[in-house]
C-alpha cells in the first residue's frame, strides 16, 4: 500500500535551512556523528533546501560527510546524474524503478547512499523508500526459514554486445567492456559464477545470504533481490507501472525462454515459487514510503537499512547521486562509475 509507513518511521527530517550555503560542508563536517546515528537508527534522512543542486556543490557534500562512522576503509563514487534513464536499468521516464539496495551484487549492499536533487520533475519521480527491517519482520515465517536453510542463488542473463541497449543493458555496459575475457576476469571479481551463452549472452550467478544483520545494530535486514528478479515478482511491477504492452512481452518470453529469464533459486535448486516471488515483492511495497525531492534536497540513505526506488514521472529530472563503497562493494569500482543504480 503506498504511503504505509513503517513501524521504524523512515524517513527523519533534518533541518538545516537557517545555515548559510557557503557554510553547509561545515555543518554538516560538524555534525557528521548526528547525521550517523539518525541513518543507523531510521535509515533514511532529508535535508531540505540545503543549496541550489549542482554537481560541484554535490562533490562538496560527499567531501564533508566523509566515512560513516568515522573509519578510513571505502570512498564514496558518483554515478551518472539521474535523468530521464536509469544507469543500469535504462529505465524510461514512464517506467518506475522498483525497490532496490545497491550494488547487492557487488556482494554486499553500498553502505551509504546520497541523491542531491537540481531539477525536480513536474509530477512523479518521488524516491520510495523502504525499511528492510520490516520487511524481514514482514515474510512469513516458513518463507523465511526457507530462505534462511542455505544461501538462494540468482542467476541473471546479460546480452552481449550487438543486443545492448538503454532498455536492456548488456555485460559490456554493466562491466564496462566490449572483451569478453576481461569481462569474465572483472565479473568473477565480484564473485560471480559466469557461464557462456552461443549469442554471446553472459549468465551469471551468485549465492546471497537473504538476511544479513546490520553492522551496528545487529537487526537483521532482508537483502536478498528476489523481488527484483523473479519473474512473477517482475510481472507484479510490470502490472503496477500500467505497461499492457510490456506486461504481456514479459509474459510471452516467460513462457517462449524461461531459460533466459531471471530466476531465483532456493539453496536446494529449487526455483522460488510465483507465489512465494509475490509474497516478497509484498513485503516491500506493504511498507514503502514516498519521499518527493525538491531543488536542493539531499536525501541520504543506509544503503542495508533503507531499499529505494523511484515512481514513473513527467518532465526533466535531475539527481545526482553517490555511493559509499566499503568492503566487497569497492571492487565494484572495476565496472564504469554508470553502474550505480537509478533513483
Not at 47 to 54: A, V
Not at 137 to 153: K, M, N, Q, T
Not at 300 to 316: C, E, S
Amino acid at each position: 500500500m503506498p504511503g504505509k509507513s513503517t513501524r521504524h518511521g523512515i524517513p527523519v527530517e533534518l533541518r538545516l535551512d537557517a545555515v548559510h550555503p557557503d557554510s553547509i560542508e561545515r555543518c554538516l563536517a560538524t555534525r557528521r556523528g548526528e547525521i550517523d546515528r539518525l541513518l543507523d537508527a531510521r535509515g533514511a534522512l532529508v535535508l531540505r533546501g540545503i543549496g541550489g543542486g549542482s554537481a560541484a556543490e554535490f562533490a562538496r557534500i560527499l567531501d564533508s560527510l566523509g566515512t560513516p562512522g568515522g573509519g578510513s576503509d571505502g570512498h564514496w563514487a558518483a554515478g551518472l546524474p539521474r535523468e530521464g534513464f536509469g544507469a543500469v536499468a535504462g529505465l524510461s521516464s514512464r517506467h518506475s524503478v522498483p525497490m532496490h539496495q545497491d550494488l547487492t551484487l557487488a556482494g554486499e549492499p553500498a553502505e551509504r547512499i546520497a541523491l542531491y536533487c537540481e531539477t525536480a520533475a513536474v509530477s512523479g519521480g518521488d524516491i520510495v523508500i523502504a525499511d528492510s527491517r520490516a520487511a524481514a519482520a514482514g515474510i512469513d515465517p516458513e518463507l523465511r526459514a526457507r530462505l534462511e536453510a542455505g544461501r538462494p542463488v540468482l542467476r541473471v542473463t546479460l546480452a552481449g554486445p550487438r543486443e545492448d541497449s538503454q532498455d536492456a543493458p548488456g555485460w559490456s555496459r554493466i562491466l564496462g567492456t566490449r572483451r569478453m575475457t576481461e569481462a569474465e576476469r572483472r565479473a568473477r571479481s565480484l564473485g560471480w559464477q559466469v557461464r557462456w551463452l552461443a549469442d554471446g549472452a553472459m549468465e551469471i550467478r551468485r549465492a546471497l545470504p537473504a538476511l544479513r544483520p546490520h553492522p551496528r545494530g545487529g537487526e537483521m535486514l532482508f537483502c536478498f533481490p528476489a523481488h527484483l528478479h523473479a519473474p512473477a515478482a517482475v510481472l507484479r511491477w510490470i502490472s503496477r507501472d500500467g505497461r499492457t504492452v510490456d506486461w504481456l512481452r514479459t509474459l510471452a518470453a516467460c513462457i517462449d525462454a524461461p531459460e533466459r529469464m531471471d530466476e531465483v533459486f532456493l539453496a536446494d535448486g529449487t526455483p522460488l515459487s510465483d507465489e512465494d516471488a509475490e509474497r516478497l515483492y509484498d513485503a516491500f511495497v506493504d511498507c514503502e514510503t514516498p519521499v518527493r525531492l525538491r531543488r536542493g534536497d539531499l536525501l541520504l540513505l543506509d544503503g542495508r537499512l533503507a531499499v529505494h526506488g523511484r515512481t514513473a514521472f513527467a518532465g526533466p529530472r535531475r539527481v545526482h547521486g553517490a555511493a559509499f563503497l566499503a568492503g566487497d562493494a569497492a571492487r565494484w569500482t572495476a565496472a564504469p562509475a554508470d553502474a550505480l543504480a537509478e533513483a
